[in-house]
T-cell receptor, first 114, second 111 residues
Framework: DTAVSQTPKYLVTQMGNDKSIKCEQNLGHDTMYWYKQDSKKFLKIMFSYNNKELIINETVPNRFSPKSPDKAHLNLHINSLELGDSAVYFC?????????????FGQGTRLTVV | GQQVMQIPQYQHVQEGEDFTTYCNSSTTLSNIQWYKQRPGGHPVFLIQLVKSGEVKKQKRLTFQFGEAKKNSSLHITATQTTDVGTYFCAGLASGTYKYIFGTGTRLKVLA
């Protein structure tokens, strides 16, 4: 069983559309994250939730809204998609938000906005 | 804000040669982690360093944390084609819960 799974793996959509990416972890972890990796491979944290509570909210356009229905799930909804949103989005989880805990990443969702 | 830079950005080596990537933070770090991302894959945790001057080894990989806890390095001895990928450091600034990923070093190993 995959520890951190994201769906879909690929997403091609037109500008202006709204889309969601889902993430689930079966590791029993308390903390989940969304990262964005651009075409230059830079990895930037977007959001983090700890036990369904938002603890990290980077400077991200408010078109991006995370939702955590329970601590095993963290979804990302994006409104009014723009060309610049094209990237690979990674979900990750860690046991707690305590320092020094490794993160487990999902396989990534490659979003292409046309 | 905190920045974590890595050099070089790219490195091509012949199989069997050594490789080093350097990670430099603009602020003092509580600890630093290293991840490897294979082409088309996702980042995978390699190791974590916590103490000033700490050195850890994993087979052909040697990780070092600087005395001032603002820099780190990853050295691979006698590279193999399986070492291909992008290596990221991720630094945790003191007093925060947020790891900032470095800019990454893409390694290509030529057989």
């Amino acid at each position: 069983d995959t520890a951190v799974s994201q769906t879909p793996k690929y997403l091609v959509t037109q500008m202006g559309n709204d889309k969601s990416i889902k993430c689930e972890q079966n590791l029993g972890h308390d903390t989940m994250y969304w990262y964005k990796q651009d075409s230059k491979k830079f990895l930037k944290i977007m959001f983090s939730y700890n036990n369904k509570e938002l603890i990290i909210n980077e400077t991200v356009p408010n078109r991006f809204s995370p939702k955590s229905p329970d601590k095993a799930h963290l979804n990302l909804h994006i409104n009014s998609l723009e060309l610049g949103d094209s990237a690979v989005y990674f979900c990750a989880s860690s046991q707690t938000r305590v320092r020094g805990i490794e993160a487990f990443f999902g396989q990534g969702t490659r979003l292409t906005v046309v | 804000g905190q920045q974590v830079m890595q050099i070089p950005q790219y490195q091509h080596v012949q199989e069997g040669e050594d490789f080093t990537t350097y990670c430099n933070s603009s602020t003092t770090l509580s600890n630093i982690q290293w991840y490897k991302q294979r082409p088309g894959g996702h980042p995978v945790f390699l190791i974590q360093l916590v103490k000033s001057g700490e050195v850890k080894k994993q087979k052909r990989l040697t990780f070092q944390f600087g005395e001032a806890k603002k820099n780190s390095s990853l050295h691979i001895t006698a590279t193999q084609t399986t070492d291909v990928g992008t290596y990221f450091c991720a630094g945790l600034a003191s007093g925060t819960y947020k790891y900032i990923f470095g800019t990454g070093t893409r390694l290509k190993v030529l057989a």
